[in-house]
């Protein structure tokens, strides 16, 4: 299925062989043999009716029916040694709580009662304290929320959850001064400045940046940190809203509201390559 993700994998069976193929928005196709792990590129276009995938250095080229359905694509293969039908399923197709998805230059993040788009990091991500590495605090796993300038951040189920793994992280630390532990949690190779960010922290705790991070409080102390990185809300959907984009609902549930039409497929944004 080829939306405005950048990538999707599909389980393709061609006679008696099994491939994995991941696609991308912009024009190519990868595929592996997940059993002896061979593996190649190609390209992809739409037109005629029909997706065409063809391969680097073969003469192998495949017809998938259109509009293309994730449940199940049919289509056909053909090889030196003759044409075969093709069957194909997307492997990441539906998404879950944790997963974010990309819509019209948008990114949506899917909790299990709503979805999130805009605003800051630390409310998009239920993040509060803007946490990088947080999937041994309770963060979902594998789940990330990338941008484009600062890097990749946790999403985690519950601001609480958010919130209770920032006291976690400076638990770790140590015996470190309150200054020492900023140089840790924001260093400034990712753009912070941590000298200032310790000094707000002691004034609001009352004490000098000197101080030694066991002799604070640190659910204050992460509470404060939460006010340093800005939890500015954006726009929140049910996961029936329909304000959200046809391509987001249509990837909430195998079951779910919205299953895809044959008119929502053929109207989404699925087309020619950029």
């Known amino acids: 299925m080829l939306y405005t993700m950048p990538d999707l994998k599909w389980t393709v069976r061609v006679n008696h062989w099994v491939w994995t193929y991941t696609f991308s928005h912009n024009g190519t196709v990868s595929w592996k043999d997940p059993y002896n792990g061979m593996h190649g590129n190609g390209s ?19 017809e998938w029916d259109y509009p293309i359905n994730p449940k199940g694509m049919a289509g056909q293969c053909f090889m030196e040694d003759g044409t075969f039908s093709l069957w194909a399923e997307a492997q990441n197709y539906y998404v879950g709580p944790g997963d974010v998805i990309t819509s019209g230059g948008k990114k949506y993040v899917v909790y299990p009662e709503e979805v999130r788009s805009g605003g800051t990091v630390a409310w998009v991500c239920r993040n509060p304290g803007a946490i990088r590495e947080g999937e041994k605090y309770g963060a979902y796993k594998g789940k990330k929320f990338q941008t484009a300038k600062a890097g990749a951040f946790a999403i985690f189920p519950t601001a609480a959850m958010g919130l209770r793994g920032v006291v976690t992280v400076l638990a770790t630390y140590g015996n470190v001064t309150i200054n020492q532990a900023m140089h840790k949690y924001a260093p400034k190779k990712d753009g912070n400045d941590p000298d200032k960010y310790a000094k707000t922290l002691a004034d609001g705790l009352g004490v000098a940046d000197s101080v030694s991070l ?56 699925i087309g020619s390559p950029n």
């Open 214 to 269: 066991k002799s604070v409080d640190l659910n204050r102390m992460a509470e404060l940190i939460t006010g340093v990185e800005t939890t500015q809300p954006g726009e929140t959907y049910s996961l029936y809203d329909e304000r959200l984009p046809a391509e987001v609902r249509m990837r909430l549930s195998k079951s779910g509201p919205y299953p895809p039409t044959a008119e929502e497929l053929q109207n989404s944004s």
């Open 44 to 62: 992809w276009r739409i037109g005629n009716g029909k997706l065409t995938t063809t391969w680097h250095a073969s003469k192998t080229r495949e």
